[in-house]
């Protein structure tokens, strides 16, 4: 069995240089302009410095060129990608059909890897794209792990699953926050909203608080817990995942290395001394996590051992 790359979310170059520290293989970075939900802004400069000190360490940089793009954004992606080429990125992370035509007229040779969010749900999806230069597809969040092991089993290309982290169950292209403060006759800046991680949505009936913040994509809601499966990776592991993904977005600078170098340990402990040895340490390692884990985050295993119901 190959071992699974283990795939973080840097908040800036500092942080990368932490989480290569914590044992992390990849890294997934860019700027909102042309990135959805990224834990961290990078500029051209800061990725290229970035990429230097992840290859440097043979570890891949991806960079996220994953939002809907409208023709007054067009322009600009196709500088974006070429810096992206210069600079040497080992892939590029999209939705939109856009980029792979741009790819395509620009003589781009970067990887790609197919992450259009919530609609990567099975195996025809995955080759499709694959058949049109996607490397990798990166799987929506609500699957079950039946799901995942049937795309997996039905595909040659890489699948990456998100292990650990928020998922965003919401995304709307207007202002609502802004909307919202308008209203009250208050004002308050757009480029600090992602920054205040005490901004939630109350839902009393079901006493739930939803994580929300608002960028230049609009305003973004989140689930009311965090997932973590550090304790139920067997399956993945024997399936051969390709990528396992940490999302540290709205979590602080310390939680996220904490938590990758818990996963590096889970997953070197699977493939240098066996399941058996995996299965005495991952309540210990999930109480680590629990442990660190902020009051208002509670942790689930997200969707992956729900029941699909057809």
């Known amino acids: 069995m190959k071992k699974p790359e283990l795939l973080v979310t840097p908040q800036s170059v500092e942080h990368v240089a932490a989480l290569l520290d914590a044992g992390a ?10 990135g959805l939900r990224l834990a961290g802004e990078f500029t051209v400069a800061q990725v290229e410095e970035a990429t230097k000190l992840i290859h440097a360490a043979g570890k ?8 809907l793009f409208h023709n007054d954004r067009l322009e600009a992606l196709d500088v974006y990608l070429q810096e992206m080429q210069r600079i040497g990125v080992d892939a590029l992370i999209f939705g939109d059909p ?27 999806q995955v080759n499709y794209w694959g058949e049109r ?21 039905n595909t040659k290309h890489e699948i990456e699953v998100q292990v650990h982290g928020m998922t965003c169950m919401f995304q709307s292209k207007r202002s609502l926050l802004g909307n919202y403060f308008l209203y009250r006759d208050q004002a308050m800046e757009i480029e600090n909203r992602k920054d205040n991680k005490n901004m939630f949505i109350h ?3 079901r006493k739930n608080k939803y994580p929300i913040y608002e960028d230049m994509n609009g305003t973004h809601i989140y689930s009311p817990n965090d997932m973590c499966i550090i304790e139920e990776m ?18 602080s600078f310390d939680y996220v290395v904490k938590v990758a170098s818990l996963y590096r340990t889970a997953i070197d402990t699977y493939f240098e001394q ?21 009051a208002l985050r509670p942790l689930d295993t997200g969707f992956i051992y729900k029941e699909t119901v057809y």
């Open 274 to 294: 066996g399941e058996d040895a995996y299965d005495e340490i991952k309540s210990e390692l999930f109480e680590q996590v629990e442990a660190i884990q902020p």
């Open 98 to 124: 856009a980029v792979i035509v741009a790819v395509r007229e620009l003589g781009i040779t970067i990887p790609l890897h197919w992450n259009p969010e919530t609609t990567a749900t099975n195996w025809f």
């Open 60 to 67: 891949k940089v991806y960079v996220a060129v994953n939002v």
């Open 203 to 205: 839902d009393k009936e």
């Open 234 to 251: 067997n399956e993945l592991f024997e399936a051969g995942i390709d990528s396992l993904k940490i999302d540290g977005i709205l979590q």
């Open 25 to 34: 293989d990849a890294f997934v970075i860019g700027e909102q302009k042309f």
């Open 133 to 153: 230069g996607s490397k990798r597809g990166v799987l929506a969040r609500e699957l079950s792990v039946d799901e995942v092991l049937d795309i997996k089993e």
